[in-house]
């Protein structure tokens, strides 16, 4: 989980304090149980939406030492870098594609599988594969009326190493919108 989320927003979202998660988890012997398992454990617990339950679980993998922050559930990891945009998500996505069309690279890593575009009422998503085996799903949604917000998420690194490299180039890359 993102140390983003703070004890506050647990506090506020689920209506207990990190604490008692962790001692409610604990109590359950999820220790023992795979990511799924307590996902669905925390989803019967009453004021624990599905998103919340995915990020309990994960604070508490991290905490036992299941994985680190960024590592997936697979054991890879990924990182995302959002940014607000005025105008409509559609705007957002054209701006993007303006940026990303005669690249056939990021970061000196090839693209691997071309660019797909495709829509949702409330998502538009850009989405290719780079050669080293990682994949990137870029996110436009509608956050007011007049703003978007975009969240470029670099998905199946291999290592930890790679995540704040990765991070600070995806920062820079998108400053030029």
Known sequence: MSQAISEQAIADATGHSWSHWRDFLQSQQAGLLDHQAIVRLLRGQPGVSDWWAQMLTVRFEQSIGRRVTGQDC??????????????????????????????????????SK??????????RYWRCALADGSRLVVLFSQKTADKAQMSVQHEQLKAEAELEPWRRYWKDFTSAL
Do not use: Y
Not at 94 to 108: D, H, I, K
Not at 114 to 123: D, L, R, T
């Open 74 to 111: 697979t054991g890879q990891f990924k990182l995302s870098v959002n940014k607000t945009l005025a105008g409509s998500m559609d705007q957002a996505l054209e701006l993007w594609l303006g940026l990303v069309q005669a690249r056939s690279e990021f970061n000196q890593v090839q693209i």
């Open 114 to 123: 071309p660019p797909a575009v495709s829509q949702s009422a409330k998502w």
